[in-house]
């Protein structure tokens, strides 16, 4: 099962590269239709920004994710004895290199890990988790994030980053281009637009307009297309390093009771945490969750 997880995640990293890609090739056509008269051109634009973030995130994925989060290393045992030793053994148990160990000055507990593979990964928890969690606890919550670097999870979670980043990016810069185009565009322009009865040319400025506004929406929609079962699976699999379903039962608990967001929360990342860093309540955003509810992940793991 393991293994046939590890082989699906991989095949998912391609799936993701071609939908993300083919949503912004669409909204590099708008933009060079609209702004260049020339759609080859805006295509060529939104894929090399693309290009850009994508290997810059996938190459730097450690020092890029953890720089959006506020993260610092810890470089030696003295500094979090208890964090850099359960890592440490966690690892061996795993049979993955020991992932960089990150810590993010915040009250809220939380997690997450990143990387390109399990050579290249990282696992960072906040002070507000490493405070609040027993050492049985604080093992079942990186137990559940290194099972995500084992299971290549983190591959598809940095490439989505990614990608979602330059949606962003690319959505509010045709956002502007729009505004800009509208305020200063000459209006003898649209004049002659209107008398030519131009309606592919209005209905494109309408198109343009939902891209800019709805970009951030579709790209967390897209991450959604990441099964949420991957979530399950890290459960299970930090269950089967650590041999002991409460504690990491008792971490999702404390988890569920916490209503405090995180202070700084980057908006392309925060699916890589293990619980809502946002702390999200209202049942419209739940729709956009990209993890399944503490509630159920507790269920199935009290059935194990």
Known sequence: MLYQQIAQNKRKTYLVFAVFFAILGLIGWVIGDLFFDNALSGIIIALVI????????????????MQMNHAQPITSVEQA???????????????????????????????????????????????????????????GVLAHEIS??????????????????????ISSMLGNMYRWGWLFGSSNDRDDS?????????????????????????????????????????????VELTRNPQGLINALKKLQQVTQPMQHV??????LYISDPKKSKHSFAQLFDTHPPLDERIQRLEHM
């Open 148 to 169: 995500h670097i084992r299971n290549y999870d983190i591959r598809v979670s940095t490439i989505s980053v990614a990608l979602s980043s330059a949606i962003i990016f």
């Open 194 to 238: 209107r008398e030519n009865g131009n309606i592919a040319q209005i209905v494109l400025y309408v198109v343009g307009l939902l891209f800019a506004i709805l970009g951030p929406i579709i790209a967390t929609i897209v991450r959604l297309a990441i099964s949420r079962n991957r979530e399950y699976l890290a459960d299970a699999s930090g």
């Open 266 to 271: 980057d908006d392309a990342s925060a699916a």
């Open 50 to 65: 693309t290009l850009f973030y994508t290997f810059l995130i996938y190459f730097q994925s450690t020092s890029v994710v």
């Open 81 to 139: 004895p208890d964090l850099w030793h359960i890592v440490e053994d966690l690892a061996m148990v795993a049979n993955v290199p020991q992932p960089d160990i990150y810590i993010i000055d915040d009250p809220s507990p939380n997690a997450f890990a990143t990387g390109r593979d399990p050579q290249h990964s990282a696992v960072a928890v906040t002070s507000g988790l490493y405070q609040i969690m027993d050492r049985e606890e604080l093992e």
